[in-house]
């Protein structure tokens, strides 16, 4: 059975679709967010929700409400830190990194963008963002890349996110492709994957937003392309602050149509 | 033995490839997206991982000698031959929530990969957790330094194939991509066929 189109059909559906790309497309050189400046600053007291510190090699779980800043800052040199997040209320809705660059136009995340989840509604906003270096692409670590480093103690971050995961309910079938935040991946003109190591420096940080009620878990494992692949990287710091005010005009609310109306099936799910 | 399937436009298909089976897919008329995700026939919760693969062959595309990486690490299939060029494996499938974020509301509701995943996976005990990123067999989505990434026009001529080898028993899951808001297939969903062989 082939379903036949017709040539007008097909004319008005490419033209659909060349406006959307050129639009899609024009954002990185049209609204060019500034990093955040390093070091990051202190955040006010008051608005700490928790603060904690996730020892090299470890993972954590963490709820976050709608509104609520998730602050990750590395204690020492920089290294990768894995991410994965589910929808608090149906863990069947949760990040989809596909959609997240596809949408977006771009595998460039960094501050003004925002993470999408598998039903198109937006479940993280890139808020504050020093090096604007992650990678959606490539994963974290796994037993077989650890493993060539000769040291059984060395942690990775499949299993950590296994085990995260069991400690929110879930389990293997729960598991997504992971955010490598901090990890300098790009494609170069070849298609091969390289690690650009100039785009982090110790000291960067970011600040994501949470758009939903979600349940996260962050692994604290080196990125398996980094050149200290294996060593125990320092300590995460990983800070909660509370919800504040989100102005009409913010950033990652307003940047793309697409964000736009991401953030409108948002508020359709919320009735 | 030969088994051809032959999969008509915008529909699912499943079928299990045997370990040291050939499994061939083929874009019959040209610029046809396919939607494919392989599933461990013993246990299900080990799945083909696009991250895994990508990370393992150290490139962005799938072509000949690609090893399509389950999440434990282990290889399903090893890419033996690809008249194409190059495939996706990092634009996920559509979904009828994605399409109105990326093409609009109106959108909402034309058919879509997940859906077909979804009642697919079905017949098997599975439900939309078990998506995971898909390969899009036959779907140019170029990649570029600065990270921009766009659905081109697909680079696929009519009877173009890729063909792998079932390094363990593989449960193929198939979504004939029904996409008409973007070039992925040439506005004009086709038919498309699997031959199994071995």
Known sequence: MHIHRTPEQIAADRQRYEEHQRIGLEFSPKTPPTPSPRPAP???????????????????????????????????????????????????????LPDTVKLQWTTDLKKGRVIFSDMGRVMLSIVEDSCGAHDALTGGSTPATVAQYGDPTLRNTRDNMVLAAAKLGLDRRDLMPVLNVFAPVRVDGEGKFEWRDGMISDGDWVELRAEMDLVIA???????????????????????????????????RTATPEAQRGFENNAKAEG | M???????????????????????????????????????????????????????????????????????????????????????TS?????????????????????????????????????????????????????????????DDGISAPGDHVEMLAHMDVLCVISNCPQINNPCNGFDPTPIRVVIKG
């Open chain 1, 42 to 96: 202190m955040p006010n007291a008051e608005s700490v929700a928790m603060t904690r510190s996730v020892p090299g090699g470890w993972y954590t779980t963490q709820h976050l409400a709608k509104g609520e800043v998730l602050r990750l800052l590395p204690q020492g040199p920089v290294s990768a830190v894995a991410l994965a997040a589910w929808s608090a209320t149906d863990t069947t809705e949760r990040m989809n």
């Open chain 1, 218 to 252: 962050l692994s604290n494992c080196p990125h398996p392309m980094d050149p200290r692949a294996g060593e125990v990287p320092a300590p995460l710091e990983v800070t909660k602050i509370k919800a504040g005010p989100v102005p009409p005009d913010d950033l990652c």
């Open chain 2, 2 to 88: 030969e088994q051809t399937f032959d999969i008509p436009a915008q529909k699912p298909w499943s079928g299990i490839v045997k370990k040291g089976q050939t499994i061939r897919i083929e874009d019959t008329f040209g610029q046809q997206a396919i939607d494919t995700i392989f599933y461990c026939a013993d246990d299900y919760t080990e799945r083909y991982s696009s991250q895994d693969t990508l990370r393992a062959q150290g490139s962005a595309y799938i072509t000949t000698g690609s090893n399509i990486m389950s999440c434990e690490g282990r290889v399903m299939l090893s890419v033996l031959a690809d008249t194409s060029g190059r495939h996706d």
């Open chain 2, 91 to 151: 634009a996920g499938c559509c979904s009828c929530e994605s399409n109105t974020v990326r093409f609009g509301h109106d959108t909402l509701y034309q058919h879509a990969c997940r859906e077909n995943f979804i009642l697919e996976l079905g017949r098997y005990g599975m439900t939309k957790r078990d998506i995971v990123a898909n390969i899009n067999f036959f779907m140019n989505v170029p990649i570029s330094a600065n990270g921009a990434m766009t659905v």
